[in-house]
Protein backbone atom coordinates (compact mmCIF):
# COMPACT_ATOMS: atom_id res chain seq x y z
CA UNK A 1 0.00 0.00 0.00
CA UNK A 2 2.91 2.26 1.28
CA UNK A 3 4.59 1.44 -1.94
CA UNK A 4 1.84 2.47 -4.04
CA UNK A 5 0.99 5.87 -2.63
CA UNK A 6 4.86 7.01 -3.03
CA UNK A 7 4.96 5.33 -6.65
CA UNK A 8 1.60 7.67 -7.20
CA UNK A 9 2.83 10.96 -6.25
CA UNK A 10 3.80 13.67 -8.58
CA UNK A 11 7.63 14.51 -9.81
CA UNK A 12 8.75 17.05 -7.00
CA UNK A 13 8.34 20.27 -8.26
CA UNK A 14 11.68 21.43 -6.99
CA UNK A 15 13.52 19.77 -9.49
CA UNK A 16 12.65 20.52 -12.65
CA UNK A 17 13.35 18.18 -15.50
CA UNK A 18 13.14 20.55 -18.61
CA UNK A 19 14.23 23.41 -20.14
CA UNK A 20 10.17 24.41 -19.92
CA UNK A 21 9.51 23.98 -17.10
CA UNK A 22 13.01 25.93 -15.58
CA UNK A 23 11.37 28.97 -17.67
CA UNK A 24 8.19 28.47 -16.09
CA UNK A 25 10.12 29.02 -12.67
CA UNK A 26 11.80 31.59 -13.61
CA UNK A 27 8.72 32.95 -14.93
CA UNK A 28 6.78 33.08 -12.53
CA UNK A 29 9.92 34.23 -9.97
CA UNK A 30 10.02 37.18 -11.97
CA UNK A 31 6.87 37.92 -12.45
CA UNK A 32 5.73 38.01 -8.47
CA UNK A 33 9.10 39.81 -7.46
CA UNK A 34 9.55 43.68 -6.77
CA UNK A 35 12.79 43.77 -7.16
CA UNK A 36 15.32 42.87 -10.21
CA UNK A 37 16.80 39.55 -9.86
CA UNK A 38 20.38 38.51 -10.54
CA UNK A 39 21.62 35.20 -11.37
CA UNK A 40 23.17 34.58 -8.15
CA UNK A 41 19.09 34.68 -6.49
CA UNK A 42 17.51 32.91 -9.78
CA UNK A 43 19.92 30.04 -9.27
CA UNK A 44 18.46 29.48 -5.88
CA UNK A 45 15.18 28.38 -7.32
CA UNK A 46 16.51 25.21 -8.24
CA UNK A 47 18.19 22.27 -5.98
CA UNK A 48 20.44 21.06 -9.53
CA UNK A 49 23.54 23.28 -9.93
CA UNK A 50 22.38 25.34 -13.38
CA UNK A 51 25.38 27.62 -14.85
CA UNK A 52 25.19 30.94 -15.41
CA UNK A 53 25.48 30.58 -19.16
CA UNK A 54 22.06 27.91 -18.90
CA UNK A 55 20.40 30.79 -16.86
CA UNK A 56 20.88 33.18 -19.35
CA UNK A 57 20.09 31.41 -22.28
CA UNK A 58 16.55 30.42 -20.70
CA UNK A 59 16.39 33.51 -20.19
CA UNK A 60 16.74 34.99 -23.20
CA UNK A 61 14.46 32.69 -24.67
CA UNK A 62 12.19 33.59 -22.14
CA UNK A 63 12.34 37.18 -23.41
CA UNK A 64 11.39 36.34 -26.60
CA UNK A 65 8.50 34.66 -25.37
CA UNK A 66 7.47 37.70 -24.49
CA UNK A 67 8.30 40.12 -27.34
CA UNK A 68 4.75 40.15 -28.72
CA UNK A 69 2.89 41.05 -25.03
CA UNK A 70 2.31 44.49 -23.19
CA UNK A 71 4.83 43.25 -21.05
CA UNK A 72 8.99 42.83 -21.26
CA UNK A 73 11.75 40.72 -19.60
CA UNK A 74 14.41 43.33 -19.27
CA UNK A 75 17.92 43.28 -18.05
CA UNK A 76 19.22 45.92 -16.04
CA UNK A 77 21.93 46.68 -14.27
CA UNK A 78 20.40 44.85 -10.39
CA UNK A 79 19.61 41.59 -12.83
CA UNK A 80 16.08 40.91 -14.68
CA UNK A 81 12.84 42.08 -14.71
CA UNK A 82 9.32 42.45 -16.14
CA UNK A 83 7.98 46.07 -16.56
CA UNK A 84 5.38 47.16 -18.81
CA UNK A 85 6.23 48.58 -22.30
CA UNK A 86 6.46 52.21 -22.82
CA UNK A 87 3.46 52.03 -25.43
CA UNK A 88 0.85 50.73 -22.20
CA UNK A 89 1.95 53.64 -19.89
CA UNK A 90 -0.94 55.85 -21.38
CA UNK A 91 -3.43 52.94 -20.68
CA UNK A 92 -2.12 52.48 -17.32
CA UNK A 93 -2.01 55.83 -16.15
CA UNK A 94 -5.71 55.44 -16.54
CA UNK A 95 -5.74 53.10 -13.65
CA UNK A 96 -3.33 55.46 -11.17
CA UNK A 97 -4.11 59.25 -12.39
CA UNK A 98 -1.39 60.77 -10.04
CA UNK A 99 1.19 61.78 -12.18
CA UNK A 100 4.81 60.60 -11.60
CA UNK A 101 7.78 63.61 -10.09
CA UNK A 102 8.66 66.19 -12.82
CA UNK A 103 11.95 67.52 -12.19
CA UNK A 104 13.51 71.09 -13.17
CA UNK A 105 15.81 71.80 -15.64
CA UNK A 106 18.49 72.64 -12.81
CA UNK A 107 18.31 69.30 -11.09
CA UNK A 108 18.04 67.09 -14.70
CA UNK A 109 21.58 69.40 -16.24
CA UNK A 110 22.93 68.18 -12.42
CA UNK A 111 22.27 64.69 -12.62
CA UNK A 112 23.63 64.55 -16.46
CA UNK A 113 27.07 65.68 -15.57
CA UNK A 114 27.29 63.37 -12.21
CA UNK A 115 26.19 60.49 -14.54
CA UNK A 116 29.08 61.60 -17.73
CA UNK A 117 31.43 62.89 -15.38
CA UNK A 118 31.46 60.77 -12.09
CA UNK A 119 32.88 60.87 -9.65
CA UNK A 120 32.47 64.62 -9.22
CA UNK A 121 32.50 67.09 -6.48
CA UNK A 122 29.67 69.84 -5.96
CA UNK A 123 32.48 72.76 -7.07
CA UNK A 124 33.17 70.32 -10.67
CA UNK A 125 28.98 70.21 -10.94
CA UNK A 126 29.33 74.34 -10.25
CA UNK A 127 32.62 75.01 -12.79
CA UNK A 128 30.53 73.18 -15.85
CA UNK A 129 27.35 74.80 -15.05
CA UNK A 130 28.35 77.85 -14.16
CA UNK A 131 25.85 78.31 -11.38
CA UNK A 132 25.82 77.51 -8.04
CA UNK A 133 24.35 74.10 -7.26
CA UNK A 134 21.69 74.72 -4.32
CA UNK A 135 21.98 71.93 -1.54
CA UNK A 136 18.07 70.95 -2.51
CA UNK A 137 18.92 70.00 -5.88
CA UNK A 138 21.61 67.48 -4.47
CA UNK A 139 19.20 66.52 -1.96
CA UNK A 140 16.33 66.05 -4.57
CA UNK A 141 18.75 63.50 -6.65
CA UNK A 142 20.02 61.47 -3.32
CA UNK A 143 16.22 60.98 -2.25
CA UNK A 144 15.09 59.92 -5.43
CA UNK A 145 17.77 57.42 -5.22
CA UNK A 146 19.99 58.30 -8.49
CA UNK A 147 23.13 59.52 -6.88
CA UNK A 148 24.69 58.80 -3.61
CA UNK A 149 28.32 60.51 -2.13
CA UNK A 150 30.98 57.35 -2.77
CA UNK A 151 33.61 58.90 -1.30
CA UNK A 152 36.07 61.95 -0.73
CA UNK A 153 38.53 63.76 -2.82
CA UNK A 154 42.26 64.05 -1.78
CA UNK A 155 42.47 67.58 -1.18
CA UNK A 156 41.94 70.62 1.36
CA UNK A 157 38.22 70.60 2.88
CA UNK A 158 37.93 66.82 1.33
CA UNK A 159 34.51 67.50 -0.74
CA UNK A 160 32.17 64.76 -1.18
CA UNK A 161 32.65 62.91 -4.68
CA UNK A 162 29.07 61.59 -6.59
CA UNK A 163 28.25 58.98 -8.87
CA UNK A 164 25.22 57.37 -9.97
CA UNK A 165 23.34 54.54 -8.16
CA UNK A 166 22.76 51.04 -9.39
CA UNK A 167 18.89 52.45 -8.79
CA UNK A 168 19.67 55.12 -11.68
CA UNK A 169 20.81 52.54 -14.24
CA UNK A 170 17.71 50.36 -13.05
CA UNK A 171 15.39 53.43 -13.81
CA UNK A 172 16.60 54.00 -17.01
CA UNK A 173 16.83 50.03 -17.97
CA UNK A 174 20.48 49.79 -18.19
CA UNK A 175 22.73 47.75 -17.53
CA UNK A 176 26.07 50.17 -17.22
CA UNK A 177 27.36 53.30 -18.01
CA UNK A 178 28.27 52.61 -20.90
CA UNK A 179 24.55 52.21 -22.28
CA UNK A 180 24.11 55.86 -21.38
CA UNK A 181 22.57 57.65 -24.85
CA UNK A 182 25.47 59.61 -26.50
CA UNK A 183 26.06 63.01 -25.35
CA UNK A 184 24.52 64.51 -29.22
CA UNK A 185 21.60 62.40 -27.80
CA UNK A 186 20.77 64.02 -24.73
CA UNK A 187 19.48 67.21 -25.88
CA UNK A 188 16.14 65.37 -26.71
CA UNK A 189 15.79 64.12 -23.14
CA UNK A 190 15.82 67.86 -21.12
CA UNK A 191 15.16 70.31 -24.35
CA UNK A 192 11.50 69.93 -24.91
CA UNK A 193 9.79 73.16 -24.46
CA UNK A 194 9.37 73.24 -20.64
CA UNK A 195 8.29 69.75 -19.98
CA UNK A 196 10.65 69.34 -17.23
CA UNK A 197 9.88 72.46 -15.51
CA UNK A 198 8.69 70.48 -12.49
CA UNK A 199 8.60 69.73 -8.59
CA UNK A 200 9.79 73.32 -7.69
CA UNK A 201 13.84 72.65 -6.33
CA UNK A 202 14.77 76.22 -5.07
CA UNK A 203 17.43 78.37 -7.47
CA UNK A 204 19.57 80.45 -7.40
CA UNK A 205 19.40 83.44 -8.80
CA UNK A 206 21.95 83.00 -10.55
CA UNK A 207 20.77 79.92 -12.21
CA UNK A 208 18.49 81.99 -14.05
CA UNK A 209 20.02 81.32 -17.47
CA UNK A 210 21.18 77.76 -16.63
CA UNK A 211 18.62 76.41 -19.72
CA UNK A 212 21.43 77.63 -22.04
CA UNK A 213 24.39 76.12 -19.90
CA UNK A 214 24.29 72.60 -19.39
CA UNK A 215 24.13 70.93 -23.59
CA UNK A 216 27.08 73.05 -25.20
CA UNK A 217 29.22 73.22 -22.29
CA UNK A 218 28.98 69.21 -22.18
CA UNK A 219 29.25 68.91 -25.71
CA UNK A 220 32.34 70.93 -26.19
CA UNK A 221 33.77 69.15 -23.25
CA UNK A 222 33.26 65.84 -24.76
CA UNK A 223 34.89 67.08 -28.20
CA UNK A 224 37.96 68.93 -26.31
CA UNK A 225 38.86 65.80 -24.07
CA UNK A 226 37.02 62.74 -25.12
CA UNK A 227 38.85 60.85 -23.11
CA UNK A 228 38.41 62.74 -20.23
CA UNK A 229 34.92 61.87 -20.32
CA UNK A 230 35.32 58.32 -20.38
CA UNK A 231 32.74 56.97 -17.46
CA UNK A 232 33.76 56.45 -14.86
CA UNK A 233 36.90 58.54 -14.56
CA UNK A 234 39.40 56.11 -13.46
CA UNK A 235 42.15 58.99 -12.19
CA UNK A 236 40.28 60.09 -9.54
CA UNK A 237 41.66 59.61 -6.02
CA UNK A 238 38.77 58.59 -3.74
CA UNK A 239 39.78 58.73 0.10
CA UNK A 240 36.81 57.17 2.03
Known amino acids: MSDQSVSSLPPSSSAPSNPGEIKRILETA ?3 SQEPLPLSELKKLFDEELSPEILRRLLEELREDWAEKGVELVNVAS ?3 FHSKPEMQQFLDRLNP ?4 RYSRAVLETLAIIAYRQPVTRGDIEEI ?3 TVSSPVLRTLETRGWIEAIGHRDVPGRPALYATTRSFLNDLNLRSL ?3 PALEDLGSLIEPQGSMDLLPTPQPAAAA ?3 EIMLPVLQSSAEAD ?3 NSLPLQQEKIVD
Open 209 to 211: DDA
Open 98 to 101: QKPP
Open 178 to 180: EEL
Open 30 to 32: LLI
Open 226 to 228: PVA
Open 129 to 131: RGV
Open 79 to 81: GWR
